[in-house]
């Protein structure tokens, strides 16, 4: 059973930066391509970018230039820092082994809320 747990949301304001953190467990997190994903209130999940396991990246257009995504195998976890923080990005951030679409490949997310 795949197992993720988010952590590193918060309160942080306009223009500023933060690193959530996943860590993963049921599955071979060394040969997963791993995603971050969000959700806002009343809209539909958003993809934001993904690794996979040789730690080739991509990111979506909602956070290309703000983002990084890493990974440290060694203790199954994805990492997602964004900078340049907006008010648009408040949602939950939920990181997800793929294909990120499945319920029950998700974690339960962390609130991350921009505002002043």
């Known amino acids: 059973e795949v197992q993720l747990v988010e952590s590193g949301g918060g309160l942080v304001q306009p223009g500023g930066s933060l690193t959530l953190s996943c860590r993963g467990s049921?599955?071979?997190?060394?040969?997963?391509?791993m995603s971050w994903v969000r959700q806002a209130p009343g809209k539909g999940f958003e993809f934001l970018c993904d690794?996979?396991?040789?730690?080739?990246?991509y990111y979506s257009d909602y956070v290309k230039g703000r983002a990084t995504i890493s990974r440290d195998n060694v203790n199954n976890s994805v990492f997602l820092q964004l900078n340049s923080l907006k008010t648009e990005d408040t949602a939950m951030y939920y990181c997800?082994?793929?294909?990120?679409?499945?319920?029950?490949?998700r974690g339960q997310g962390t609130q991350v809320t921009v505002s002043e």
């Open positions: 997800a082994v793929n294909p990120w679409t499945k319920k029950e490949n």
């Open positions: 690794i996979d396991s040789r730690g080739i990246t």
């Open positions: 049921g599955f071979t997190f060394s040969t997963a391509a």
